[in-house]
């Protein structure tokens, strides 16, 4: 081999080898709705930039307190502001990194098969009618998981929270509630716009309005001493366009207002 392609192929090599040093694992934690979404997002991400995001998935209350109790994320993306403002106000988020991500809706769903129809849901609507005398409506617990906390406020709304209240089926994350109507184990269930649209088995019998609970945001941002270059990076492309496609394609929206949050 002549020396001078010897040289160039050794070059070649060294980059490569250096590119390759320089990719990081960036540990983010996510609302369980966000599942599919940031799976493909990981996979794009990785193609674009050699890093590689490690997901954990779960309710964003049970990922607020483990960041608390200092679990390494270098990024956390809640499905509310309440979980996000709870970790702000310990000092456990870095300063300047909140931004609103994703905006997102409520819908009210049925097994695929369900003999329900699309109903309007008003102050005099009666869920509880809709269901068995035995039967439940699958939910976020409204105790900590977001989906279960706009479910409450909205319910409250429609001045049909006492009524429905005793009849919930309180799952785990807005996922688990999914699964529960996915698998006809519940007649109803109370989850995102987005959960819905990937969700093969059920279909959507209402939405709720939009003026009978809060405005529902994905806020983001980077944990207390998990600041480093490739987090901020990866903050900044989740803001992006790219990035906005993958979401869009699961349903997702922006945020109507400005994305700083903090």
């Not at 010897?6 to 990081?24: K, P, Q, Y």
């Not at 674009?48 to 779960?58: I, R």
């Not at 049909?160 to 799952?171: C, D, F, T």
């Not at 366009?241 to 869009?248: K, Q």
Request: proline residues 6%.
């Amino acid at each position: 081999m002549r020396p001078m392609i010897r040289a160039g192929l050794v070059s070649i090599a060294f980059l490569l080898a250096t590119t390759a040093a320089r990719a990081e694992d960036i540990t983010v934690f996510a609302a369980a709705s966000l599942t599919d979404a940031m799976t493909k997002i990981a996979q794009t991400y990785a193609t674009a930039t050699g890093d590689t995001l490690l997901l954990s998935f779960a309710s964003s209350s049970t990922l607020a307190r483990q960041i608390a109790a200092g679990a390494p994320a270098d990024l956390y993306i809640s499905a509310n502001q309440k979980w996000m403002t709870w970790l702000a106000d310990q000092g456990l988020i870095t300063t300047n990194s909140r931004y609103d991500l994703l905006a997102n809706g409520l819908v009210l769903i049925a097994p695929a098969d369900s003999d329900l129809a699309n109903i309007d849901l008003a102050d005099k609507t009666d869920l509880t009618s809709l269901i068995g005398d035995q039967d439940r409506i699958a939910v976020g617990d409204p105790d900590h998981v977001p989906a279960g906390l706009y479910a409450k406020q909205a319910l409250e709304s429609l001045g049909q929270w006492a009524k429905v209240e005793p009849r919930l089926a309180r799952a785990d994350n807005v996922r688990a509630a999914l699964a529960l109507v996915e698998r006809g184990e519940a007649p109803l269930g109370i989850v995102y716009a987005t959960d819905a649209a990937i969700a093969q088995n059920v279909k959507i019998i209402a939405t709720f309005p939009e003026n009978s609970h809060p405005p529902i945001t994905y806020p983001m941002a980077i944990p207390q001493d998990r600041s480093k270059p490739a987090s901020a990076k990866l903050l900044s492309w989740l803001l992006g366009d790219d990035a906005g496609a993958i979401f869009a394609e699961y349903g997702f929206n922006r945020p109507e207002t400005s994305p700083k949050t903090q």
